[in-house]
């Protein structure tokens, strides 16, 4: 992962003196988040977007030995000051699992896309696989929607938690293997978080509500104001 310093330099001059680093999800990079990077930095945020290996370690590896540096650095440059997270599908999570044993500095805040937040069905009926195991790696065989799964084991986090997930898919063959809406990867129903302050569904996929207009814009939103935009047409 790359330090806070080395991934803010772009930031805009009038900056917010907050920092958002991002996650990317399940077999993607820091290139999938690219965007969003660029459109935060644009609004003033100082962006980081690192990279981790998400189909090669499990994931309280991945927290402690990726992300958890990675804040350190950060909190270090710019202490006191809010720290936010933006992140997308096994994002989350890691996120929630760093949480278990960490705190943010107040006014902190976390946007979470597509996450599955209860486990995935599709990890459940894929997880035998073999393409699945060798494409997902330990962290896809810990995504499942049983009652040990990591997502149902981790304790509620104290953090002000936006969800946002889609309710369009590429995929019908894996939409039918999941109950109700869904965004070819995580229903809607799972996406939801016990203690997350708001949720929002777009007519978005998995695979890119990234970059997701409307996405984008709720992002700001929450970062902002702790809460979604209603109005039509936002």
């Excluded at 044993?101 to 073999?130: I, N, Q, Y």
């Amino acid at each position: 992962m790359t330090a806070c310093t080395a991934c803010a330099r772009s930031a805009p001059r009038q900056s917010k003196d907050e920092t958002v680093i991002l996650l990317h999800g399940m077999g993607r990079t820091r290139r999938a988040m690219s965007e969003m990077a660029r459109y935060l930095r644009s609004n003033g945020y100082r962006v980081v977007n690192p990279g981790y290996p998400s189909t090669r370690e499990a994931i309280d590896a991945i927290a402690a030995n990726h992300l958890a540096p990675v804040v350190e650095r950060c909190r270090n440059e710019q202490p006191g000051t809010p720290l936010h997270f933006v992140t997308h599908s096994l994002g989350g999570i890691v996120v929630r699992q760093y949480l278990q044993k960490h705190t943010l500095p107040p006014g902190s805040r976390v946007v979470m896309l597509s996450p599955p937040s209860r486990g995935s069905e599709l990890a459940d009926c894929l997880r035998d696989f073999w393409l699945y195991r060798w494409r997902n790696g330990p962290a896809g065989q810990q995504l499942g929607t049983g009652p040990h799964s990591v997502p149902n084991t981790l304790k509620p986090v104290k953090a002000e938690i936006g969800v946002i997930t889609g309710n369009r898919s590429f995929n019908p063959l894996f939409s039918q293997l999941i109950p109700g809406p869904d965004d070819g990867k995580v229903s809607v129903a799972r996406a939801r978080l016990a203690e997350m302050t708001d949720f929002t569904v777009i007519p978005a996929t998995h695979t890119f509500i990234m970059r997701h207009p409307t996405a984008l814009k709720q992002i700001l939103y929450f970062l902002e104001h702790g809460k979604f935009r209603r109005e039509a047409g936002f």
